[in-house]
């Protein structure tokens, strides 16, 4: 999928599939080849035989028992990790090829006539399409073992999260919330870790649910690297518990520990009447392809089978309540329900809504000595717009069905709106002759509305979503294969020493930096011992770094220049060790003659490092960005597309200059990385940054796991809501105000703010960095 920028660069005389079927022969050379000479040895003799080196030698018995301080990640951690993801990209693999699996069957390709690689293709869609209701299965299944493992939990009220939040008691350990323990015995299932794993790689998210939801013992709780590698066969990457673990997850739950042994219906309360209801997972196996379609149509058709369905993880949900008159529940309307919900647990018991705990350092008040300025104003504010009557106004209207203020969060928005022009009630809110909101208020409300806008979990965002966008980034992992690497101890030393620098170069509130694949998997790494990352971030950059992996390419262009230009003048080392042409490219764009003149002789060391070997770019350190996200509608996203592409062009001819000069191979615009996302091959062109599968279908989801939209009054989806430079920041005008527009830089989590209409302010759009 080229982008933009990949479409400017595309100009080879070549068709793409004579490009895919050089690259193909290039990864299987012929399989009959010559045999090398038929000997033996003098004096040779059976016993000689010396065993084959042990593959997994590197990472079956690792020593997990030492800690770093602020849980810095340890070259075993890192190694566990990769094992981990390895687990995860093979569970993948076998529940999307488990033919009829939920009832969506390979026929639905396969009875139609069609070439070997679109049948491949379509085949790979039904996969994903299976993926896709294993995953919604699995978040249920992760809720439930929350609420079995902390039965429990209490909700913080405002009034705690204030006075704790002052005295910087919020996030620490106490014995209140211990640690919580996890060995063989007591593991989750494999899909409820799947879940938690991705949840934790969203580390504000994540603290927020934890604090809200009286789940401070998990947020104290670090990722069990020795039990989790323990359990996972070095050979196949099975996952295998203790068989007690079955039994305690099956009493505590009641649910099977295996995903694909639970029940084919979700058990839901209705939640108008509280009546519990039982809803399909999916119905998509009620529709087929009967008609019999040319193979141009066929893609559109498959798509259009695969999207049907009114299950629970169908994209468009339906369901009667049997108790209330004429109740009709939809995706919609659950949204608007779980807003509804809180803000009545806000009015009767004082519980904080969603996205209102942290600042715009993205700290709950004072971590690490550190006090974020914005944070008592951001959490009170939202709470109170809704407290002081607008929130009762919004739970006593009429049922969702029946065409309430409350039947759909657009719907909801109006209200809010139009209380936001309420002068008279603004000041009763802010208690102030002022009606006018600071820029931390206006990013508050808008961070509040973020957690409901497209999203109906019990979650501050999509988990769904928030696994599926791991899923390029642990596919990357599977083709760099550093577990069977010789030099794995020492790669896993040099990346997290190249993480420490990075998390130094994060410091710097002016610039987005981009990790590159190595440091990415540090990154990733530390954010699974959540207290200690919390900490470590705030201690080194003043604020709690979040991990966003949305940012439209045409800023990642920029920020990973920005990164890799820094890291070299610092270091005197190359950052990215990457010789597809972007990141030649790129190396050359901030590499200056003065600096060769003056750094001659480290600087040509680094470039020797760099081009000792050839490389296959699906195996290389490339810029790390799991999804750069695309904008549709802006077409001044679209000029600045294509001006950066004329600026990579100048820096490409340079690159291939001074490779001619030095006797090496230009780097080549035809260069493919390879994904075999569902056992499907899929080459996508080494020009484009971003390159690796995004292996998702939107219109499979109630909720597309990537989009982005950045134009006027657009309703975003949740992913690429930080996008546009950073954040894109809507202020509210004062209600006699006139319509205006204006940019300012802000702190690195809020890099664009855009002021545009009042009816903009409460779009889906995040702002967390």
Same mark, same amino acid.
């Given at each position: ?136 299965? =699995? ?10 493992? %902390? @039965?429990? /939990?209490?909700? &913080?009220?405002? $009034? *705690? ?124 196996? =009620? ?10 149509? %066929? @893609?559109? /058709?498959?798509? &259009?089978?695969? $999207? *049907? ?461």
């Amino acid at each position: 999928m080229p982008s933009r920028l990949s479409k400017v660069f595309s100009r080879s005389e070549k068709t793409e599939k004579q490009k895919e079927a050089e690259a193909e022969a290039e990864r299987n050379p012929s399989v009959n080849p010559s045999p090398p000479p038929s000997y033996a040895p003098p004096g040779y003799e059976e016993g000689n035989i010396l065993d084959p080196p042990d593959i997994t030698a590197g990472f079956s018995n690792l020593s997990l028992d030492q800690k770093n301080q602020d849980d810095f990640p340890s070259s075993e951690e890192v190694i566990a990790h990769l094992k981990l993801l390895e687990c995860f990209y093979r569970l993948r693999q076998q529940i999307g090829s488990t033919d009829g699996l939920f009832g969506i069957n390979n026929s639905v390709v396969t009875s139609h006539e069609s070439e070997g690689a679109l049948a491949a293709e379509l085949l790979a869609k039904v996969a994903e399409r299976r993926w896709a209701v294993y995953l919604a299965r =699995a978040v249920d299944r992760f809720d439930a073992w929350l609420h079995a493992l %902390l @039965p429990d /939990a209490k909700m &913080a009220r405002v $009034s *705690q999260i204030q006075s704790d939040g002052e005295k910087g008691l919020l996030c620490e350990p106490g014995p209140a919330n211990p640690p919580l323990r996890f060995e063989a015995h007591n593991l989750p299932p494999v899909d409820v870790l799947l879940v938690w794993h991705a949840y934790m790689l969203n580390p504000r998210a994540y603290l927020e649910d934890c604090l809200r939801l009286g789940r401070m013992s998990l947020w104290h709780t670090n990722m069990p690297w020795k039990s989790v590698a323990d359990c996972i066969n070095s050979e196949t990457f099975a996952y295998r518990p203790d068989n007690e673990a079955e039994s305690l997850f099956t009493a505590s739950t009641m649910l099977p520990y295996d995903n694909l042994a639970d029940a084919r219906d979700k058990a839901m309360d209705c939640p108008s009447c509280k009546t519990t209801i039982m809803v399909p997972w999916t119905t998509v196996s =009620a529709y087929g392809t009967k008609e019999k379609y040319t193979t141009s149509m %066929l @893609p559109a /058709a498959i798509d &259009a089978v695969l $999207s *049907q369905g009114s299950g629970y993880c169908d994209p468009v949900f339906y369901a009667d309540c049997p108790t209330c008159p004429k109740t009709v529940w939809t995706h919609q309307r659950l949204k608007a329900a779980k807003f509804c919900g809180d803000v009545q647990l806000l009015l009767e018991r004082g519980l904080p809504l969603g996205g209102t705990l942290f600042g715009l350092d993205g700290l709950p008040g004072k971590v690490a000595g550190h006090k974020d300025g914005s944070w008592k104003g951001m959490n009170l504010l939202p709470n109170d717009l809704l407290y002081e009557g607008l929130g009762k106004t919004i739970v006593d209207s009429q049922y969702l069905n029946r065409g309430g203020l409350n039947q759909n969060m657009t719907s909801i928005r109006g209200v809010i709106e139009e209380a936001l022009r309420d002068r008279s009630y603004m000041r009763r809110v802010r208690q102030s002759l002022s009606t006018r909101l600071d820029r931390a208020q206006k990013i508050a409300i808008r961070r509040m509305m973020s957690r409901y806008w497209e999203n109906s979990s019990p979650f501050a965002l999509d988990l769904v979503g928030a696994v599926i966008r791991q899923g390029s980034f642990i596919e990357k992992m599977h083709n760099i294969d550093w577990l069977h690497s010789p030099a794995l101890p020492s790669t896993m030393g040099r990346l997290l020493t190249k993480y420490q620098r990075f998390v130094g170069i994060m410091a710097d509130r002016l610039h987005m930096a981009v990790p590159t694949l190595d440091v990415d998997l540090a990154w990733h790494t530390h954010q699974l011992s959540p207290y200690g990352y919390l900490n470590y971030t705030v201690i080194n950059t003043k604020q709690f770094i979040d991990h966003d992996d949305k940012v439209a390419e045409t800023a990642l262009n920029d920020a990973f220049a920005w990164t890799s230009k820094t890291y070299q003048r610092l270091y005197d080392e190359p950052y990215s060790e990457c010789t597809c042409w972007y990141c030649e490219a790129t190396r050359e764009s901030h590499t200056s003659a003065a600096s060769r003149l003056f750094n001659g002789s480290q600087a040509r060391t680094a470039n020797a490092l760099v081009h000792k070997v050839e490389q296959d770019p699906s195996k290389s350190v490339h810029i790390s960005a799991h999804n750069a996200v695309r904008p549709s509608d802006d077409h001044k996203y679209t000029e600045r597309a294509n001006k950066q592409a004329g600026e990579l062009e100048k820096a490409y001819g340079k690159a291939c200059a001074r490779a001619r000069k030095s006797g090496r191979r230009e780097p080549k615009r035809e260069d493919y990385y390879y994904s075999d996302a569902w056992g499907y091959p899929v080459y996508i062109p080494a020009y484009s940054p971003y390159g690796g599968y995004m292996p998702y279908s939107p219109m499979y989801y109630p909720v597309t796991p990537g989009c982005m939209a950045v134009g006027a009054g657009a309703p975003l989806g949740p992913v690429g809501v930080e996008a546009l430079e950073g954040v894109l920041v809507v202020l509210l005008a004062a209600a006699e105000a006139e319509e205006e527009a204006a940019v300012a830089v802000v702190e690195a989590e809020d890099v664009v703010e855009e002021v545009v209409s009042l009816s903009e302010v409460l779009d889906p759009i995040t702002n967390e960095r």
